[in-house]
């Protein structure tokens, strides 16, 4: 119910990279069906949906690009060590394309 709000402010804030954490939120800007296992570590273009109000919503000035990952509350369900290199590894996926270094 609030999708146009938060494309509002995404189109305001002309983000270069959007890690959305969890299916409901990956599932709300990709519109995907696929699990998250399916769409976390591979790069995805956000995509303002069709028919949302443009007086609400503007337009976007540049693709922007969506990395997926692992929302915390499942990390702290399933804390093993594959699942903290996988989010660690979206989130320096983030980094390089920003052009920053984990450090």
């Known amino acids: 119910m609030c999708a146009p709000y938060l494309y509002a402010q995404i189109a305001i804030i002309q983000p270069q990279v959007i890690v959305t954490l969890g299916l409901p939120a990956t599932r709300l800007l990709l519109d995907y069906k696929d699990s998250m296992g399916r769409l976390r570590g ?3 273009v956000l995509h303002v949906p069709e028919g949302m109000d443009p007086d609400l919503v503007p337009p976007l000035a540049r693709e922007v690009m969506v990395m997926p990952t692992y929302h915390p509350a499942y990390l702290l369900r ?12 979206d989130l320096q996926q ?3 394309h920003l052009g920053l270094t984990p450090g």
Request: proline share 0%; net charge positive.
């Open 42 to 44: 591979r790069w995805h």
């Open 94 to 96: 983030a980094m390089a």
């Open 78 to 89: 399933s804390y093993t060590l594959e699942n903290r290199e996988k989010v660690w590894s």
